[in-house]
């Protein structure tokens, strides 16, 4: 699945990854620098997976209904 807007994704990206230089590693943000940057690292990936979620919701608008999938027929069900 490709996400549509390329450049808004490398600069999400770009600002994930500088978060994660800024965090240090560390499990406890211990500055406010730190806890900034753990933010942004969290805004930034949800921003992403929102962005495939849209995505696949528009690429899903252009699909073609004329083969329906057949309903799932349990074994234990009388046809």
Known sequence: ML????AHGVTLGMVGIGGLFVMGGGYLPGTASQA???LSV???SVNVAGGFVITKRMLNMFKSNRFPQSPIIHPNQIV
């Open 3 to 6: 996400y549509m807007y390329e």
């Open 36 to 38: 900034l940057g753990a």
């Open 42 to 44: 969290l805004l930034a």
